[in-house]
């Protein structure tokens, strides 16, 4: 789920070198690879439970494939270090590949995102430098990094603004519960941190919360640039 499904089609047609030559997915791989490390040497570190260094790695590994697509778990991760929630926190934020069913802000843009602060950091240096932004070989232009921007923006305004409504209707959440579930939400996540983690359910919510977090994961499935289209005045008046 958290995959280009298009890569699949290539896989399937026995291109499976081309697909690994995708650079959102070599992306996806290496945040996952390095996640699970960071949050299997945190829980052995901190001491999790009775598991042995085989269960923990896996419950790692689980979650940090699982938090950024089917919101399955293994473990009672809400239970876990700071430092492995705030991991997963990471995950959620970051979702999975553009062009796959996971949400989030999508490893492509993250990249691109990437690219562009890179690329802005090389003119302070060299004022004078033509430096051409690229993924996957072909070359964005202007248009291409503005709407990725825009996305990205949309969706931290979208956050932070649903975050102080929540926390005004739910005066007794603590900071990571607010946090996480709207994260959760627009991540189309499942789980979130708290009372709220994979062993808990949102049933003692406020309704307006409920309600609100459902327009949430409804912005969080159907991309804010879409819906923002579908709600505009001009997009009906076309129509017609």
């Known amino acids: 789920a958290c995959i280009n499904y298009s ?33 299997g040497f945190n829980l052995l570190r901190s001491g999790n439970g009775d598991d042995s260094f085989l269960e923990t790695m896996r419950h790692s590994a689980f979650q940090a494939i699982s938090i950024s697509s089917t919101g399955f778990s293994s473990a009672d991760f809400s239970k876990w270090p700071v430092f492995s929630q705030f991991v997963l926190l990471l995950l959620m934020i970051v979702g999975a590949s553009a062009g796959s069913t996971g949400g989030g802000l999508k490893v492509l843009r993250i990249r691109v995102a990437f690219e562009l602060a890179k690329r802005e950091v090389l003119r302070i240096i060299q004022p004078k430098k033509v430096i051409a932004m690229r993924v996957n070989d072909e070359v964005l232009n202007e248009d291409q990094v503005f709407i990725v921007l825009g996305m990205i923006s949309s969706w931290l ?84």
Do not use: C
């Open 7 to 39: 890569l699949y089609y290539l896989i399937i047609s026995g291109r499976s070198k081309d697909a690994l030559k995708d650079e959102e997915l070599r992306t996806y791989l290496l945040i996952i690879f390095i996640a699970w490390l960071a949050m």
């Open 157 to 240: 305004v979208l956050a932070m603004s649903s975050m102080l409504f929540i926390s005004f209707m739910e005066p007794s959440w603590s900071l990571d519960d607010v946090l996480s579930v709207v994260v959760s939400s627009l991540g189309n996540t499942g789980p979130a941190l708290g009372q709220f983690g994979p062993t808990a359910t949102w049933s003692s919510m406020n309704e307006l919360t409920i309600f609100w977090t459902s327009i949430l994961m409804w912005f969080g499935r159907l991309e804010l640039l879409t819906v923002l289209v579908l709600l505009h005045p001009r997009t009906w008046t076309d129509l017609n």
